[in-house]
DNA sequence: ATTAAGAATGCAACTTTGTTGCAAAAGTAT
DNA sequence: ATACTTTTGCAACAAAGTTGCATTCTTAAT
């Protein structure tokens, strides 16, 4: 449908403007996480580099997008699934994977980060784990 | 010992140079891992930025470093441990844990990454994890 | 439907971060 | 000590990210 973005940003007590809506757009369209250069380039004619960044970081902050750490200095950013968007709460225990053939990140929504066990003294708060390796589209 | 770091140099067939030794030195001092930044600020004054950008980049090919992703575009480095530098080949199969408090990033040697079932079709080559909370000094 | 208040955007200027080519300097092996 | 190779520093850039402020757009209340 094509109200989902609207509805999306709304549930978020976000205000509806177009550059909002275009961005929303842009991850329920892609099949992989973004990086800000991505989204640049799919609308820089459009909006200003600044509205991508603060946008980028309201939808953070909302828990509508969670972000992928990398080693390459290009934070990754992907929709999170209905749970978190709804609860406002980050519930992204799944594993990412990048691909080192077509370069794609993606989420696997199915596969969970296994448990580990901290040393003493240490509290864990939030857990990442990104898998590197060739994904089935490239195999 | 004071020649630790240029054994490391020659280990790895690298020539031993001034700010090579000094950059060594500053991570076998530090007790977690450091950013590009970190470095620059403490020998800024006495070596090139270029420098610190080359001198990195060779330690990660040589293995003698390696990097943390993160999700705030500040990669991290930690020096590998010695069957690392000794073999050329990473074996960094543990956890990495960031304290949301000090700030600071550390490798948890003794704490193994679980092993994760990936989906039909997916190849795994490296993998990650950094876990965020409290570490036991600020705790 | 209009309007007032608040929020988001675009622009400009700037800082920081990272890259490249090349000449000078330092390290290595003979 | 010398010739050869590697590394460094410099300069010039390119790219990425930030901030303040005036303008424009949203929203909610009349």
Request: charged content about 25%.
């Amino acid at each position: 449908m094509k109200k989902q973005g609207e509805d999306i940003l709304k549930n978020s007590a976000l205000s509806v403007t177009a550059s909002r809506k275009r961005i929303l757009d842009i991850f329920l369209a892609a099949d992989n996480a973004l990086a800000h250069q991505d989204i640049e380039t799919k609308c820089a004619d459009q909006y200003d580099r600044v509205t991508i960044y603060r946008t980028l970081q309201t939808f953070l902050e909302k828990g509508i997008i969670h972000n992928i750490p990398s080693t390459d200095n290009m934070v990754r950013y992907a929709l999170c699934n209905e749970a978190c968007i709804t609860t406002g709460h980050h519930h992204d225990n799944h594993v990412h994977f990048r691909c080192d053939a077509c370069g794609k990140t993606v989420c696997l929504d199915d596969v969970n980060i296994p448990a580990v066990n901290l040393p003493r003294g240490y509290t864990m708060k939030e857990i990442n784990m990104v898998v590197n390796g060739i994904c089935k589209s490239c195999k």
